[in-house]
């Protein structure tokens, strides 16, 4: 049976790890090898990290680092942060990552997309959607780590995508962000009909309970979070954590969702 | 010697990280000089069938493959588009596969997965057909990580070794003499993947 997937997101800043609450407030967090070898030891499903300055401050993405963490990560990874053309992300591919994210090239320069699902593979081209409710209802997709607001209609945006031949789209709610309060489940509930790809939810993830009710809510899903991973109790207290085999198991039965089966 | 080719697709890196860390020697092999005091192979492989296709005829390392292959009969692993490439051919592109092992590969059928995403992706459990050595000292169901949309389908049923289902079956795991082929991601599936590794630097 293939079961939904819970996936660290780590966010790199000034060569470190850091957790942000609606995009804003960098935390500090650790070192980024050093979290990568300990969702090693837990053995995560998959780990996601992206780097929010790299298209911010319009510069390249930080190979070198992110060989290092490749070179570490025993699950599979996704990289995302500066990627503009297709001969970055197939640099960046050969590191030895499994999928290349990418967010503000996107609604950029949509075609990057088909550009490097054809040297790459379409199952390793994801899209991050950074959206944020908009006063009257609906929601407005940013760039540039919620910084620029676009005109772009996200319903449409996402058919684009496809199209496109994009593997994977993660929804990103930049309200929810570091909030820890549960996922905005009516975002998902709007967009999940649009989507035939993978889906991942990111943004809002406060306790296990939340990823719980995501999948009860939508079956095969990717329940990504920062917070949640990264912090440990009302304080916020730094301690880098991941469910147990058991519990992530235990998690998925009491969900009781139709998995994909014979 | 196990030797880890290199023809610009796959992840080169993550299988060398778990044979050193296993203590079995290993090398990677980029071009046809390097295939000395190899005596097992593995072919690794991401992307697109076309493009790992092409790439490994431009690498000018296939026809030293199919002697190793086919007539020295030395172990070789091909690895998700890398076991792709063992078959005639795919419905993912036109070019000409390896021819390795009897069977093609298709698409899966969007109608059988009923409301599940197309590529496959994620932890799904590999269910063993045919013992075999490659799985010793593997847990029950073992879980690996898939991500494709492809997959291999052997003409020869007494090739498939292991099944996964995804909507429907799929070939998984497939063996034929001494030329194997894994759909998922030994490399990508923490203590499974390792274990499997080891068996495949054992044999």
């Known amino acids: 049976m293939l079961a939904p997937r819970i996936i660290p997101c780590l966010l790199v800043h000034n060569k470190g790890l850091v957790k942000t609450v609606k995009f804003k407030d960098a935390k500090y967090v650790g070192d980024p090898i050093n979290a990568v070898k300990i969702f090693n030891e837990k053995e995560s499903d998959e780990l996601m990290v992206l780097d929010i300055d790299a298209t911010v401050q319009n510069r390249e993405p930080d190979y070198k680092m992110i060989e290092n963490l490749a070179t570490e990560c025993r699950m599979p990874l996704c990289y995302g942060g500066g990627i503009k053309t297709v001969e970055q992300a197939t640099r960046i591919f050969n590191l030895g990552v499994e999928k290349i994210a990418i967010s503000s090239a996107a609604v950029e320069n949509p075609k990057l997309l088909s550009d490097i699902a054809k040297e790459v593979g379409n199952q390793s081209v994801v899209v991050v959607i950074d959206v944020k409710k908009k006063m009257f209802g609906g929601y407005d997709v940013y760039t540039h780590n919620g910084t620029k607001k676009t005109k772009i209609d996200l319903e449409k945006f996402i058919s684009e995508l496809q199209s496109l031949g994009v593997g994977e789209i993660v929804m990103n709610s930049i309200d929810n962000d570091g909030i820890m309060n549960g996922y905005d489940l009516s975002l998902i509930e709007k967009i999940k009909p649009l989507i035939e790809v993978p889906m991942t939810v990111l943004g809002g993830a406060g306790s296990l309970n939340d990823i719980k009710t995501l999948i009860e809510k939508f079956g095969i899903i990717g329940c990504a979070s920062g917070s949640l991973f990264v912090f440990k109790g009302k304080y916020r207290a730094v301690l880098i954590n991941y469910p147990k085999s058991l519990e992530k198991q235990q998690l998925i039965k009491d969900s009781k969702v139709e998995v994909i089966n014979v | 010697m196990i030797g880890i080719i290199d023809y610009g697709v796959g992840n080169i890196k993550a299988f060398s990280n778990i044979y050193q860390n296993l203590n079995i020697p290993f090398k990677v092999v980029k071009n046809i000089d390097d295939f000395e005091n190899v005596s097992k192979l593995i072919l690794p492989g991401v992307g697109s069938f076309d493009h790992a296709m092409t790439s490994l005829q431009s690498s000018g390392m296939k026809e030293k493959l199919d002697e190793l292959v086919l007539a020295k009969k030395l172990p070789i692993i091909g690895i998700c588009v890398g076991m792709q490439m063992l078959a005639k051919s795919s419905e993912e592109g036109v070019s000409d596969g390896l021819s390795w092992i009897d ?11 009923k409301n599940g995403p197309l590529p496959h992706m994620g932890w799904n459990t590999l269910n063993i057909e045919k013992q075999n050595t490659i799985f010793d000292n593997l847990e029950e169901n073992p879980r690996y990580y898939f991500l494709h949309s492809y997959y291999f389908e052997c003409n020869n049923k007494e ?13 998984c795991m497939i063996n034929h003499e001494n030329i194997y082929g894994i759909q998922c991601h030994p490399e990508k599936s923490h203590h499974n993947g390792i274990q499997l590794l080891k068996n495949f630097g054992e044999l």
């Open chain 2, 159 to 171: 090739d498939v070794i292991a099944t996964a289902t995804y909507g429907e079956k799929f070939h």
């Open chain 2, 103 to 113: 069977g093609v590969v298709k698409k899966f059928d969007k109608s059988k997965i």
